[in-house]
């Protein structure tokens, strides 16, 4: 995975991935997506951000989804917690 616009430092946001320069998290960017705001509207809220930095941010957390481990179960063989 190549995200260049997309850092981690546990110094910035408590070390969630942000846009490199900026403290907006990638998780608020899906967020903002996902609540229905369009690109032109994150990017108005922003004005730092670029269209670019928001296909970094769904192509970091899409490959983030495509390396997650998936475990497999059995009805029943849950823990209960």
């Not at 430092?9 to 900026?22: A, E, F, Q, S």
């Amino acid at each position: 995975m190549n995200h260049e616009r997309i850092t981690v430092d546990p110094r910035v946001m408590v070390g969630k991935p942000v846009i490199k320069g900026t403290r907006l998290p990638v998780e608020q960017i899906l967020h903002e997506l996902a609540g229905g705001m369009s690109m032109d509207d994150i990017l108005d809220a922003h004005p730092r951000l670029t269209r670019d930095d928001i296909y970094a941010a769904i192509a970091y957390a899409a490959d983030v989804v495509a390396n997650e481990d998936i475990y497999l179960s059995e009805p029943g063989d849950a823990v209960p917690g």
